[in-house]
Nanobody
Framework: VQLVESGGGLVQAGGSLRLSCAAS????????MTWVRQAPGKGLEWVSS????????DYADSVKGRFTISRDNSKNTLYLLMTSLKAEDTAVYYC????????????RGQGTQVTVSS
């Protein structure tokens, strides 16, 4: 399993970013996928999950209405569109193979840093 995140950076509060996660080493189209994040000094926080068939998505209350998870199974790529960013969204964002239930123990990438300046 290989997961490579990209798209992070420094953005002002209220701005937007789109994260990508390129997946390989497994049948991407068969696997639910998840985004998690870890803020400085804090534990891993679940952000959003998407089913293998794309039709099912779920979001943490803290990002609902601002973030959109999506996937392109033809490109083996997972996305997270983040809008109306807040300072509290500052974290390293990771994509995870699998759904919400076991995200803490599942394979994840090296992460991409998102920093939101207020």
């Amino acid at each position: 399993v290989q997961l490579v995140e990209s798209g992070g950076g420094l953005v002002q509060a209220g701005g937007s970013l789109r994260l990508s996660c390129a997946a390989s080493g497994f049948t991407f189209s068969h696997s639910p996928m998840t985004w998690v994040r870890q803020a400085p000094g804090k534990g891993l926080e679940w952000v959003s999950s998407i089913g293998s068939a794309v039709t099912s998505t779920d979001y943490a209350d803290s990002v609902k209405g601002r973030f959109t998870i999506s996937r392109d199974n033809s490109k083996n790529t997972l996305y997270l569109l983040m809008t109306s960013l807040k300072a509290e969204d500052t974290a390293v964002y990771y994509c995870v193979k699998g759904g919400y239930r076991y995200y803490a123990e599942s394979p994840r990438g090296q992460g991409t840093q998102v920093t939101v300046s207020s």
